[in-house]
């Protein structure tokens, strides 16, 4: 058996990040760039007002000062004068400040007559203005790779970039094994049960990014293995749940192994989740879960997360840690690195009193994996421990 940590960079060593393509910005939420974006303009354009009132120079200005009003700047309409002294130009915010005038005075601290405004307020010191460039410049560039969150849409909108080049979701292909199961909805016989995890997993790795696809459920022999094989082929990672231990069921493994797959391990020193494989199946990264529907989730969460974050182009790391304290004793672990399910809140964390790997209404009561490295010692209430959080 090997470690989690080996596991994990024997998988890393089965991806590569996937080729990239470009799409339009309002398509780009959420997926991954793979190149830097560079604004083709400066933000503002131009020095634009910030506010509604009148532009002055501001070397004019003393208390009570006048101005004679010879012209209005609009959003979209920039006055072709230029402000001279003793003269100020009506300004609306988003205004291109005409030429001459440095500062803006706000219309609530002057009074009008006519053509004629007077200073009767406090103008405080601000000038009102958006410098040129001041929020970006030409060349400036929003740097990849990073996952592009709606802010960076609007940044790369205004920079007036109208397409990006983000990487190729990766297709996965989601294969559950099992005669005992039907899919949620339809109606399960005496002896069977829901499929479940393929779901849980389906949710979890389109939420990073990746097109997963539920392929039919693939019965305990070899035909229906194959078939599901097959159509799985144009996958960049085929998941199979399920099958994977040694019962007499158990084919994935020889399956996937007659039809070419070049295997790099079978099963790690974990809890839940021992009974992991994963290898290059032709041109598909291949990683076999089992069954158990909290295993396979956990499997999720510590091994295809990270792989498909760098089949993203977001580079080859283990799932962030969070680290709490225990809020109350716990034994000692065995060989294995447990995931143990647990809660946080406020900084404490408490492992849930059952941990068997079929309990998933206990794992979606939970809000995190607590990681007991293999032989850890028993911890106290107070101990700070690492975590996952799900
Ligand atoms: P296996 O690894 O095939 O021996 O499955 C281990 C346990 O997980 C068995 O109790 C299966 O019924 C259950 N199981 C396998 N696949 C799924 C699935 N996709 N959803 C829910 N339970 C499953
Ligand atoms: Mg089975």
């Known amino acids: 058996m090997i470690s989690v940590?080996?596991?994990l960079e024997q998988l890393f060593a089965l991806v590569s990040p996937m080729e990239t393509e470009g799409v339009s910005l309002v398509n780009a939420a959420g997926r991954v760039m793979s190149h830097d974006a560079t604004a083709n303009r400066d933000q503002p354009p131009f020095s634009a007002s910030a506010m509604d009132g009148y532009a002055v120079r501001s070397g004019d200005i003393t208390p009570s000062a006048s101005f004679q009003v010879i012209g209005e700047s609009a959003a979209g309409h920039a006055l072709d004068q230029s402000v001279a002294s003793g003269q100020c130009a009506r300004i609306f915010t988003g205004a291109p400040v005409p030429p001459g005038a440095d500062r803006v005075i706000i219309q609530e601290?002057?009074?009008?007559?006519?053509?004629?405004i007077r200073i009767t307020g406090d103008i405080g010191t601000s000038d009102h203005i958006r410098k040129q460039a001041s929020d970006f410049a030409t060349g400036d560039a929003?740097?990849?790779?990073?996952?592009l969150r709606p802010s960076d849409i609007a940044l790369l909108a205004a920079m007036n970039v109208a397409q990006v080049t983000v990487y190729r979701k990766p297709q996965i292909a989601l294969i559950s094994t099992g005669d005992e199961l039907v899919m949620p909805g339809e109606t399960p016989g005496p002896d069977q049960i829901i499929a479940s995890n393929t779901f849980g997993l389906k949710a979890m790795l389109d939420d990073l990014g990746a097109n997963a696809r539920i392929l039919p459920i693939a019965r305990d022999n070899r035909p229906a293995l194959e078939l599901s094989f097959d159509l799985a082929k144009d996958a960049d990672l085929i998941v199979t749940i399920g099958g994977a231990s040694v019962g007499d069921h158990d084919l994935v493994?020889?399956?996937?192994?007659?039809?070419?797959?070049?295997?790099?391990?079978?099963?790690?020193?974990?809890?839940p989740g021992k009974p992991l494989m994963a290898g290059r199946l032709n041109d598909a990264a291949f990683v076999g879960l089992p069954g158990n529907p909290v295993s396979?989730?956990?499997c999720g969460h510590v091994f295809l997360k990270p792989v498909v974050l760098a089949m993203l182009g977001l580079g080859a790391a283990p799932s962030l840690r969070q680290q709490a304290t225990l809020a109350a004793d716990i034994p000692e672990n065995g060989p294995?690195?447990?995931?143990?399910?647990?809660?946080?809140?406020?900084?404490k964390i408490t492992a849930e009193t059952r941990?068997?790997?079929?309990?998933l209404s206990v794992f979606a009561d939970a809000n995190a994996l607590l990681i007991r490295p293999p032989n850890d010692g028993p911890r106290n209430s107070g101990d700070v421990m690492d975590y996952l959080p799900i």
Do not use: C, W
């Open 355 to 359: 941990q068997d790997s079929a309990l």
């Open 253 to 271: 493994g020889s399956v996937a192994s007659d039809l070419g797959l070049e295997q790099k391990f079978y099963k790690i020193a974990m809890r």
């Open 296 to 298: 396979a989730m956990v």
């Open 336 to 347: 294995r690195e447990h995931y143990m399910r647990a809660t946080v809140t406020n900084g």
């Open 109 to 116: 601290d002057v009074t009008r007559e006519g053509d004629t």
């Open 5 to 7: 940590q080996t596991a």
């Open 142 to 147: 929003l740097r990849a790779p990073r996952r």
